[in-house]
């Protein structure tokens, strides 16, 4: 191969087969099942993080601070897994697939079992953070690499297909884990003819945490028997299966990734990944931020909701959201287009944000949370929805991105690692401005508000600059 030869490869995106071939669903359902894991481990904490900072007696009393260590917490997972996502995704290029995720899935069953034993916020922060969350940081390459797994098993002529069902299997496990997260947590309290052991009172948010460790426990013994090994290099099957569509790209099967190096000098890799990670940033700190207002004190501007009430609202949308991508996500990109479909999806988050201070301001109004409030809650979980469309493609724009399948890895390594910044940096910020905004009155309140639609404006303006997929 020429030099010239090679330059062109590596500037070359996924090319495409002629003949539509059928995804190998076993392999993919295997893929799906891992990744449900993920949301569960991190979701379940959500309906009652916020109340577990309010008992530890940090704030002093005032709720307004709660947001500050609710943020600090949240962040811990993200930072530790940006330091090292990219690490393990390139790694998967040169040892495969599997090996990776077999051992994140690990790392996030013992994060999960950590975090339920844990009873101040310095527990919470050492055994959360360094032995949990950043067990499952460093240990976790598991998104990255189950992207590339799927690159791995898809061509152009049913990616759509596949990577639209990623936003329902993960919503398959936002929908579970704040369900059971918020009902379970202080099972004591709520069923204490069962749980009457002194066990229960010392740790009252272990079950949640128990369940979650069980679900990834199971997942990992699960693909450890049937999960087979994707990466052509590494499996002649899957090689033999890259082959038949890959024809018109005699190097997309190179053995060697291309360099890091020139991808980041490729504006056609890193404009794909630069949308996934602004997409993340605005995402994180809408999804942080949702709980923390819909569980603050109606005195500031919250909606004083329960653990379980928050969980069965976030379990309603995640219940709304899969069937929604499921059915329609791919028959949307089909009829206008992926680039349409998330330029369209992330102008959603405007109305999104602009529902926060209006429903603020009502149940400051009424003192109370009344049928208004209900109806914009109905409305913000139709919004979300539209929004989520977004996810459903981004995925297609990177994997599309890749130079050749040994790439796929560094390609989502690199867009993993960049969404993790951003969903390390999205909770203690946005919940800190929250806390912010609501201790000190700035812009009556709402400054969080404004910064978050001033982020979401980047969004949009990146999205712009997206290829046409169907042009190419």
């Known amino acids: 191969?020429?030099?010239?030869?090679?330059?062109?490869?590596?500037?070359?995106?996924?090319?495409?087969?002629?003949?539509?071939?059928?995804?190998?669903?076993?392999?993919?359902?295997?893929?799906?099942?891992?990744?449900?894991?993920?949301?569960?481990?991190?979701?379940?904490?959500?309906?009652?993080?916020?109340?577990?900072?309010?008992?530890?007696?940090?704030?002093?009393?005032?709720?307004?601070?709660?947001?500050?260590?609710?943020?600090?917490?949240?962040?811990?997972?993200?930072?530790?897994?940006?330091?090292?996502?990219?690490?393990?995704?390139?790694?998967?290029?040169?040892?495969?697939?599997?090996?990776?995720?077999?051992?994140?899935?690990?790392g996030l069953s013992v994060s999960n079992f950590a975090f339920g034993l844990s009873q101040t916020l310095g527990t919470l922060i050492i055994r959360h953070g360094c032995t949990s969350r950043c067990i499952a940081g460093v240990l976790n390459g598991n998104v990255g690499v189950m992207k590339s797994m799927l690159g791995d098993l898809t061509d152009h002529t049913n990616m759509a297909k596949v990577f639209t069902l990623v936003p329902p299997i993960f919503c398959i496990g936002t929908t579970i884990a704040p369900l059971y997260g918020g009902a379970l947590a202080k099972p004591q309290e709520r069923w204490p003819h069962i749980f009457r052991d002194e066990f229960w009172a010392t740790y009252p948010y272990f079950l949640p945490c128990f369940v979650s460790g069980c679900f990834t426990l199971l997942t990992f013994f699960v693909c450890a028997i049937f999960m087979k090994e994707s990466l052509p290099s590494k499996n002649p099957e899957s090689e033999m299966h890259t082959a038949r569509y890959s024809s018109d790209n005699p190097h997309t099967n190179d053995i060697r990734p291309v360099r890091m190096l020139t991808l980041l000098k490729s504006y056609s890799v890193m404009i794909p990944i630069a949308n996934y990670g602004t997409l993340a940033l605005v995402e994180i700190g809408f999804l942080v931020l949702l709980p923390l207002f819909y569980s603050s004190p109606i005195e500031i501007g919250g909606l004083g909701f329960p653990p379980p009430i928050i969980g069965t609202f976030l379990a309603i949308f995640g219940i709304v959201d899969g069937i929604v991508q499921a059915l329609v996500a791919a028959k949307l990109v089909e009829l206008i287009g992926a680039k349409r479909v998330f330029c369209w999806a992330v102008l959603w988050f405007y109305p999104l944000i602009l529902l926060f201070p209006i429903m603020s301001a009502f149940v400051t109004a009424q003192g109370g949370v009344g049928p208004i409030i209900w109806i914009l809650l109905v409305l913000q979980l139709l919004f979300m929805v539209l929004m989520d469309l977004s996810y459903s493609v981004i995925f297609i724009f990177v994997t599309r991105a890749a130079p050749g399948k040994q790439s796929l890895g560094s390609v989502n390594g690199l867009s993993q690692s960049l969404t993790s910044i951003a969903r390390a940096i999205g909770p203690a910020l946005i919940n800190s401005l929250f806390a912010a905004s609501k201790e000190y009155n700035i812009l009556g309140g709402n400054l969080v508000y404004v910064i978050l639609a001033l982020l979401t404006t980047i969004l949009v303006v990146l999205s712009r600059r997206l290829p046409d997929l169907e042009d190419e």
């Open 1 to 106: 191969m020429t030099s010239h030869d090679r330059c062109a490869d590596e500037e070359t995106p996924l090319l495409q087969g002629k003949s539509k071939t059928r995804p190998p669903w076993s392999q993919i359902s295997l893929v799906f099942i891992a990744m449900v894991a993920e949301p569960i481990s991190s979701a379940y904490i959500f309906p009652f993080i916020n109340q577990l900072i309010g008992e530890l007696g940090i704030t002093g009393g005032d709720d307004r601070k709660i947001g500050y260590y609710a943020g600090l917490i949240e962040s811990l997972f993200f930072v530790t897994q940006a330091l090292t996502t990219w690490q393990w995704s390139l790694l998967s290029d040169f040892v495969g697939r599997r090996p990776v995720i077999l051992l994140g899935l690990l």
